[in-house]
């Protein structure tokens, strides 16, 4: 059987096709998306041929990281962690070393394949588009707070562990800059923020203690003021040059300072997609406000340019699969 899918046949060059639908591996599921996330990860492969070369290794593939959908068949062992019919959220494209490379893992196509590992059931009240802003960023929250920088694990008895301790998120109103808040929050931590002013009232509901004006002329010393002198833990969820110089302006000589750049690999903390149904069942963690372009796959080069000219603030892209015409 065959699906439409946004192919990605070469450098640059995005094509919506029929492709088969993939039949699950070992340790799969195959899922009906029904909404795919849009992240600036995506246009970068698309534009740039030395950060696309960090995933792609051979043509043709399919694009997209983040989707929900619902579970359509089993793969061999798979037991009985999944069934059919069960809504999952998932990262999909998440092999390494193989990279962006298998086009049946990639978000942007009708059905896909998706990883148990890293895949997390949603509860009812959550619909798929808010579900589709999560995996991406999701996990990269967990690998930056709980590998990188080591908090115990909230799912392992660190709800509040790290109560009293301090930490700087640059660019809060950013998809991944929300779900760190809402995780250090978790862990205890007193978190310090910045985002453009739209944005204060939407960070401080997510629990972050204190927002400050990105473009501030003094942005740096307002975030020294706030924190009482310079950051052990800091974490640039930005990663440009502007938000890198300040974030070694803020940090501690001997504190923890995260960027986020291309990667060749990351890992999957399978505890943390496990803990996460619960989470979104209680609203303890708050999903990203969806912002849904119509026409399904058709409206990539819309979402990819919404990114790329940075006109996304405070919302997550998100196109649905199974609209396309």
Known sequence: MSQLALVYESQGNNVIKSRPIPEPINGHVQVRVEAAGVIPIDYKIYDDPSYGSHFIHKYPTVLGI?????????????????????????????????????????AFQQYTLADI????????????DAASTFAGNGNTTACIMYDDLKFKEPWLGGEGAHKGEKIAI?????????????????????VI?????AHFDYLKSLGATTVIDRSASDVAAQILAAAGGPLKYVVDSISLADTQLLAVEIVQRQGQLVLVLAAHGWGINERFWDSLEDYFARGVIKLNRPTVLPGGLRAWEEAFDLQRKGKVSGTKIVIRPQETQ
């Open 117 to 128: 590992k890293s895949t997390t059931k949603i509860p009812s009240n959550v619909n798929y």
């Open 66 to 106: 983040e989707a929900a959908g619902e579970v359509t068949k089993l793969g061999p062992g798979v037991g009985n962690k999944f069934k059919v019919g069960d809504r999952v959220a998932f990262v999909a494209n998440i092999n390494f070393p193989e990279g962006v490379s298998n086009g049946d893992r990639g």
């Open 170 to 190: 640059l660019g809060g109103s950013s998809s991944l800059g929300s779900y760190l808040i809402q995780f250090a929050v978790l862990s205890g931590l007193e």
């Open 193 to 197: 923020t910045t985002s453009s002013p």
